[in-house]
């Protein structure tokens, strides 16, 4: 009498494979999605935090904060003279992710020096555009974008 084989054929193991290698994948799709709207969340809390920063400057010098590191103002928001009006006193530091995204800042007004009002230029992952957002969003900012954001 001999005995059963023991073990898995091979066919059974290639089933075996594909079918975790389907799941992984669905599984990694899922986490990219879930990585992308954290991401924009994230950005949107930073956004918030800036535009507090940028309000309570307001209340103490009756403009926004503007910058010499361009012509026309717009100036990314890793720019040393916002730093230096905003941080430490309105806001702990500049939101890493809106430095990292290159997001710019433009202050505009009746004078460069004497803003009455300001525009941002924010990227979102989930769309992989830029959006508008400020005291008064997309009137005066130079990117040719009309898309306000949803924040």
């Given at each position: 009498?001999?005995?059963?084989?023991?073990?898995?054929?091979?066919?059974?193991?290639?089933?075996?494979?594909?079918?975790?290698g389907v799941l992984s994948?669905?599984?990694?799709?899922a986490l990219s999605t879930a990585r992308t709207k954290g991401q924009d969340a994230a950005r949107t809390e930073d956004v918030k935090s800036f535009k507090t920063a940028m309000e309570l400057y307001y209340n103490d010098y009756n403009s926004y904060p503007t910058s010499t590191g361009s012509s026309n103002g717009d100036v990314p928001l890793s720019d040393s003279q916002?730093?230096?009006?905003?941080?430490?006193?309105?806001?702990?530091?500049?939101?890493a992710l809106l430095?990292?995204?290159?997001?710019?800042?433009?202050?505009?007004?009746?004078?460069?020096?004497?803003?009455?009002?300001?525009?941002?230029?924010i990227y979102l992952?989930?769309?992989?555009?830029y959006c508008t957002t400020g005291s008064v969003p997309n009137t005066f900012g130079d990117w040719g974008n009309s898309t306000a954001c949803n924040f």
């Open positions: 009498m001999t005995t059963p084989p023991r073990g898995f054929t091979l066919i059974e193991l290639l089933v075996v494979i594909a079918i975790i994948s669905i599984v990694l799709a916002l730093n230096a009006e905003l941080v430490p006193k309105y806001i702990p530091s500049m939101p430095v990292a995204d290159g997001d710019h800042y433009y202050a505009g007004g009746a004078t460069v020096t004497a803003a009455s009002r300001y525009d941002m230029l992952a989930k769309t992989n555009s």
